[in-house]
């Protein structure tokens, strides 16, 4: 019988650091979040070959005692959390004292510590967990940690590390989610030796948006701030008349952790219905606290997932505010506009300067119990209508009208009633080979989104044309084994992506560039793009690409059935558009498909067209 054996600490350190140290950014976590359990006002983070060789990160916190430095390395070392009751009261990011131990574990690593007031600091090096001699040393008040050659020792791990450029991007999104839940804190990073991200620090979240996430985005935000019951939402969204071709930007934070939800997504995107356009995402950067009790924070650090004791209150918390931001800047209001321009024509110098300057005092707690909204001063002056896509039929037009939902598009259909006498006129088969009888007669087209034909048995059909061509479309590229034209772009287009996103994109350029795309790496989750398919519209490329990454990101464990759903994403953007002008001969093209029976549904299942007898004409008129 085998020996039952205690693994040796090396051994169970490994194992251990396998959980918390899974890539660079996880080091990136840790380490910035002991900074700012630490106390810090500034941090400094640098990486070299997306953290694989070289990450530091250098606070002015606390500091740790030269004494202490090798128990900090030590498992479940901390000075966070002493009994198992303070588990249920986490003040603290870290919590579980492990994460310095699994850092050490694989990598070698030096630590650098002054203590606040101190005279002199100390020096620690460790390798492979291994401490060595701790040395006294003149340093900056604070701690700089600097961890080299991550995953030295454990070449089982170091294969599942991505390109050097998606790793340090994956860092960067790390680094944004931190300086955007502490705008408090100025956050600097180096990436290869280039400055990539700088907050002020100065307390605004504004700021901190501004400096992480880009000007372009933080010129078209509207602030949000109200409550509901003991849920309190701020933060910014996007302008109706802004939105983004993904939900890469639509950034929460559950009492200052970074985490993605469907729930808080779906809040955000219903208050947007009817006023964003199709296909198009709010954006926001969204601070939702509610009582510690009323959500799981115990889950594992690593994660980024969030578990509410009640959905409810906090979708409306968020749906109800947004809301009320929303409709809100529809009302006449004539605030700041000198200060909006400044805003708009501003560096980010100057930015940083201003906020620092106009930095209101710290807002009031709104009322518990009601839904209140504060419509803040907006950024920038916008236009009057938001009403973007209007293309509902007229009220009791039996049709199959698109609504957007959630951000989704659903069709209901009004399914006109069955007849209960009259014998109808037989219906066109589909299925059949096509009629030898005249071509449909197009009649015209309504709500630029519609055409109406007649066929030879007196009945109508309504044909959606986009749903018809993007159908096309998708057959042909589906059908068309060779790599798709290419046109080349004068100016090469940046599309800002999310980590994962941008991650996907990197280790799948050539995919893309099958797709029609040729793209490369722009550092700081930005993909230049040269080329795009001949048969993309310019002003939908950056939003194709974005949503193709997504899909990339998404589909990483199946790129076979990956393939169908960017097929998906390439008819769509380059099939006509409902809203859009089609000349009669576009016209004619799509009926003459569409007659054949070769489309039946769009490439999401939707119905391309929809029969209305002669019988179902007469029934609406009380003909019949
Ligand atoms: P945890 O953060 O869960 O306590 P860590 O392994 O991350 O565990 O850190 C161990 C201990 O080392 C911390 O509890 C803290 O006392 C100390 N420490 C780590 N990083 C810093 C820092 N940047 N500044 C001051 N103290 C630190
Ligand atoms: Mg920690």
Known sequence: MPEIRQLDKHVADLIAAGEVVERPASVAKELLENALDAGTSAIVAEIERGGLTYLRVTDNGCGIAPDQLPTAFLRHATSKLRTA?????????????????????????????????????????????????????GCPEGTTIVVRDLFYNTPARMKFMKKDSAEGTAVTGIVTHLALSHPEVSFKLLRDGAEVLHTP???????????????????????????????????????????????????????????????????????????????????????????????????????TVVKFAADKPVFDAVYYTVLDALNAQNRPAAPEKRESAF???????????????????????????????????????????????????????????????????????????????????????????????????????????????????????????????????????KANTEPMMSQFLLTPLTVD?????????????????????????????????????????????????????????????????????????????????AGMDTSPAEMAALVKKVQSGEIQYCPHGRPVKYRLTEYDIEKMFKRA
């Open 343 to 477: 805003y708009q024509s501003m560096t980010a110098e100057q930015f940083r300067a201003h906020a620092h300057q106009t930095a209101p005092p710290p807002a009031k707690k709104p009322p518990v119990g009601s839904y209140t909204s504060r419509p803040a001063a907006p950024i920038v002056p916008r236009g009057q209508s938001t009403q973007v896509r209007d293309v509902a039929p007229a009220p009791g037009v039996p049709f199959a009208a698109p609504v957007v939902s959630g951000g989704r598009e659903v069709t209901y259909h009004i399914t006109p009633p069955a007849p209960a006498k009259k014998p109808e006129p037989e219906p066109v088969q589909q299925t059949m080979e096509p009629p030898a009888e005249a071509p449909w007669r197009i009649v015209g087209e309504v709500l630029k989104t519609y055409i109406i034909c007649e066929d030879a048995h007196r009945t109508v059909w309504l044909i959606d044309k986009h749903a018809a061509h993007e159908r096309i479309r998708f057959d042909a590229l």
């Open 497 to 577: 992506l999310d980590a994962d996103s941008c991650a996907a994109a990197l280790e799948n350029l050539a995919v893309l560039e099958q797709f029609g795309f040729v793209c490369e790496d722009f550092g700081g989750g930005t993909l230049l793009v040269r080329q795009i398919p001949a048969d993309i519209r310019l002003e939908d490329a950056a939003a194709t690409v974005e949503e193709l990454a997504r899909k990339l990101a998404l589909g990483r464990a199946d790129p076979a059935g990956a393939r169908d759903e960017l097929l998906h994403t390439v008819a769509c953007k380059s099939a006509i558009k």
């Open 201 to 303: 620090g100065d307390g605004q979240l504004q700021s901190a948006v501004y400096a992480a996430l880009g000007r372009d985005f933080a010129l078209h935000l509207l602030p949000i701030r109200g409550s509901g019951g003991e849920v309190q939402v701020n933060g910014f969204v996007t302008e109706p008349l802004h939105g983004h071709g993904t939900r890469a930007r639509q950034i929460f934070f559950v009492n200052g952790r970074f985490v993605k939800s469907q729930l808080l997504s779906a809040a955000l995107e219903e208050a947007y219905r009817n006023q964003i356009m199709k296909g198009k995402f709010p954006g926001c950067v969204l601070h939702i606290s509610v009582p510690v009790r009323a959500v799981d924070v115990n889950v594992h650090p690593a994660k």
């Open 85 to 137: 009751e303070d588990l249920a009261a986490i003040g603290t990011l870290g919590f579980r004292g492990e994460a310095l131990a699994a850092i050490s574990a694989v990598s070698r690593v030096d630590i650098l510590s002054r203590q606040t007031g101190s005279d002199e600091g100390a020096v620690l090096h460790l390798e492979g967990g291994a401490a060595g001699e701790v040395r006294p040393s």
